[in-house]
Nanobody, 126 residues
Framework: QVQLVESGGGLVQAGDSLRLSCAAS????????MGWFRQAPGKEREFVTG????????YYADSVKGRFTISRDNAKNTVYLQMNSLKPEDTAVYYC???????????????????WGKGTLVTVSS
């Protein structure tokens, strides 16, 4: 049974940092490109960032470029999202997802992902 479990969310103030983790089990983690998505209240889900299977390449949405960093540890079956300089508009439920296809990570937001976590809530107060 495949599981992706996010953790690390919480309530922070604008300008603070948070580090999200997504622990994967039940799959060959190194075979999957991984992505982080988010969904704010009343808004559509947004693709935030993606990372290739070996971590060699990353992609960021313009809204988070320069503030967020995605990384992965294939030995620990975990992908991370370091979020700095958080803004109130970053408030959302953050989901990690795995992609087994061969598409570019820049297009992760345009097609189905193989597996999804249940999300972790990040709230940024002003």
């Amino acid at each position: 049974q495949v599981q992706l479990v996010e953790s690390g969310g919480g309530l922070v103030q604008a300008g603070d940092s948070l580090r999200l983790s997504c622990a994967a089990s039940g799959l060959t983690f190194s075979s999957y490109a991984m992505g982080w998505f988010r969904q704010a209240p009343g808004k559509e889900r947004e693709f935030v960032t993606g990372i290739t299977k070996n971590g060699g390449m990353t992609y960021y949405a313009d809204s988070v470029k320069g503030r967020f960093t995605i990384s992965r540890d294939n030995a620990k079956n975990t992908v991370y999202l370091q979020m700095n300089s958080l803004k109130p508009e970053d408030t959302a439920v953050y989901y990690c997802a795995g992609d087994l296809s061969s598409r570019s990570i820049a297009t992760m937001g345009r097609g189905p992902m193989a597996y999804w976590g249940k999300g972790t809530l990040v709230t940024v107060s002003s």
